[in-house]
């Protein structure tokens, strides 16, 4: 199994600019989570989905960030317009929707927004 | 909401002493408890879970964890500790935020282990 894949690995962009992070859970898990991880503010769940539905999008910080799964095996979180504050590593995550809880990470996409 | 604390920002051990990293949880109800570690510009990986059963439980590269329940604690352990073993160590437990009808993980601050040479 490829894992968790995520793309880009890295983006550099200036403020304003419009940003789209990618994000292919594992074949056959039904829970997809988007994480944010920076030194100030560690690890924070921005939103997560079950079978392609958002469930809890609580933790998105406000309007400039969406998030979308339009299918099974793939998914978007959007920032737009970007700012500086958004600088951090993007993490998506995946688990099945039985019993077991623990999530798979992918790699991460690290975010730098000047 | 349930919650971990991980009291120790950082944990210097020397190569081939044991190592302990600490995680104590604030539950209602049964805990689910995992570890996972994060090497340098890489993802989270799943060490081990606790979920019922045996309070010793064994994970991935050698780690364990014991799960103590009079001390709501979940320490995570090695025996022998290897220099390929820094990296940061975070404590998690299963969670569920109100009106969400689904679990997710509530991870602690993580700790970073060093292992000295």
């Known amino acids: 199994d490829a894992g968790v894949i995520q793309s880009p690995r890295h983006e550099v962009t200036e403020m304003g600019q419009e940003v789209t992070l990618r994000c292919k859970p594992i074949s056959g898990h039904d829970y997809l989570f988007w994480y944010r991880q920076t030194m100030m503010r560690g690890l924070e769940l921005l939103i997560y989905f079950n079978n392609n539905v958002p469930i809890d999008d609580s933790g998105m910080p406000e309007d400039r960030f969406s998030a979308k799964m339009p299918n099974a095996s793939f998914s978007t979180l959007k920032i737009q317009p970007s700012e500086p504050r958004d600088s951090a590593v993007y993490f998506c995550a995946s688990r099945t929707g039985t019993g077991s809880y623990e999530q798979y990470f992918g790699p991460g996409t690290r975010l730098t927004v000047t | 909401a349930q919650s971990v604390a991980q009291p120790e920002d950082q944990v210097n051990v020397a190569e081939g002493n044991p190592l302990t990293v600490k995680c104590t949880y604030s539950v209602s109800g049964n805990p689910y408890l995992f570890w996972y570690v994060q090497y340098p510009n890489r993802g989270l990986q799943f060490l081990l879970k606790y979920i019922t059963g045996d309070n010793l439980v064994k994970g991935s590269y050698g780690f364990e964890a014991e799960f103590n329940k009079s001390q709501t604690s979940f320490h995570l352990k090695k025996p022998s500790a290897l220099v390929s073993d820094s990296a940061l160590y975070f404590c998690?437990?299963?969670?569920?935020?109100?009106?969400?009808?689904?679990?997710?993980?509530?991870f602690g601050k993580g700790t970073k282990l060093s292992v000295i040479p």
């Open positions: 998690a437990v299963r969670d569920i935020r109100s009106g969400a009808g689904s679990y997710q993980l509530t």
